[in-house]
């Protein structure tokens, strides 16, 4: 899976860092870094970031380079 983050359209809200923190983290009070390929096990966390960023900055991509899909699993994501 590929991450790809808008940084200019990222406002530093941390949604991501607190629900994926192994794959995102902010350094200082705006600065976002990031895993661009964050492993297959973190799936669910990313997609669950992605989703709760409110300026939708978070794009993730299979590895065929086709948006990922959050679908409603056991867990609940969607």
Do not use: K, W
């Amino acid at each position: 899976m590929r991450l790809v983050v808008d940084l200019n359209r990222c406002q530093g809200y941390a949604q991501c860092a607190f629900l994926a923190p192994d794959v995102f983290a902010m350094h200082g009070e705006e600065s976002l870094l990031y895993n661009p390929h964050a492993d297959e096990a973190q799936r669910e966390q990313v997609l669950r970031a992605a989703t709760a960023c409110p300026v939708q900055a978070i794009l993730v991509e299979d590895p065929d380079g086709a948006p990922a899909s959050v679908e409603e699993g056991p867990s609940g994501v969607r």
